[in-house]
């Protein structure tokens, strides 16, 4: 099964693969980005989101939640190894992040990577038909009339949310003198004014709380409107992503590597060069003669 999105829109294929209760591979392509969700008997157990979108990706997601470290991450990420386990699997085994937690973070993986492929006007997808096991590590498959109908809400409401924030990057963070009770909140408010603690980066507090962008932002906005929070604009220079801080970060220690092998090259050759002008000059042998001969 195969086709473009234009001619057959991206709900109608996840409801007619979980309709028929189908195993396999959905691959949607669009926006320059490819997504492959997996199926077992109908319903999502995985996503592999493009490797080009690293914020996607979910060690990065729990690097940004502070579940791993930078260098937690990286030695991880060598464990894979090409065509090897994958990082969820390999946490769990090592007892880095609980079962729990990966799960909950792969299901918001789903959520995202499915919220995102519903923008996609023009586009491909493909379905192909194979046994798929879900993994002891990921949670439970998830079924996608859910997920759409969540995916609907914030293709409506996402854009009006939004504007009520700066339309660039920007901070928040809690008011301090405010006095709150915390039982007067919804649950995602609750866990959002907790996350406000960990970072005042928008996004690394959603990751936190283990939301949406939507259902961040949505939080983010009713807590703004009970003047609870406080909203600064960010510099544009003044952000990093933190994916491209990895990469940065790896490049930067090969080049240290580089550096530090050519340094003991100039280091063995210069020693080299000293035995061979002083050990073996024609001045050292005739000393070396001369004593061996006296002795």
Do not use: H
């Not at 086709?3 to 309709?19: E, R």
């Not at 320059?32 to 493009?50: K, M, N, Y």
């Not at 259902?215 to 220079?237: C, H, N, V, Y």
């Amino acid at each position: 099964m195969q086709g473009k999105i234009a001619d057959f829109s991206i709900p109608d294929i996840f409801q007619l693969v979980s309709s028929q209760g189908k195993s396999g591979s959905l691959s949607i392509s669009g926006n320059e980005r490819v997504t492959i969700f997996l199926f077992s008997g109908g319903r999502i157990v995985d996503v592999q989101p493009d490797c080009r979108e690293s914020k996607s990706l979910l060690g990065t997601m729990l690097r940004d939640a502070g579940f791993l470290t930078d260098s937690d991450l990286r030695r991880i990420l060598s464990l894979q190894g090409p065509g090897g386990k994958k990082i969820g699997e390999i946490l769990v085994e090592k007892g880095k992040v609980s079962k729990e937690v990966v799960a909950r973070y792969l299901a918001l993986q789903i959520k995202e990577s499915l919220f995102d492929v519903l923008t996609f006007r023009e586009g491909e997808y493909r379905f192909e038909g194979f046994a798929v096991r879900p993994a002891s590590w990921g949670g439970e498959p998830i079924r996608p009339d859910v997920l759409l109908m969540e995916g609907m809400q914030f293709l409506d409401e996402y854009p009006r949310y939004r504007s009520i924030f700066p339309s660039g990057d920007f901070r928040v963070a809690r008011k301090r003198q405010e006095r709150v009770d915390p039982y007067a909140f919804t649950e995602v408010e609750r866990i959002l004014w907790k996350a406000l603690d960990f970072s005042e980066d928008p996004d690394r507090v959603y990751r936190k709380a283990c939301l949406t962008g939507f259902e961040g932002i949505k939080g983010l906005a009713a807590l703004l409107q009970r003047g609870l929070i406080e909203i600064s604009t960010m510099d544009p220079g003044e952000r990093v992503d933190p994916g491209k801080r990895l990469r940065g970060e790896i490049r930067s220690r090969r080049r240290f590597d580089a550096i530090r092998m050519a340094l003991w090259g100039v280091a063995v050759a210069a020693a080299a060069a000293w035995v061979y002008r002083g050990l073996l000059s024609v001045e050292w042998y005739r000393t070396f003669t001369a004593w061996v001969d006296f002795f």
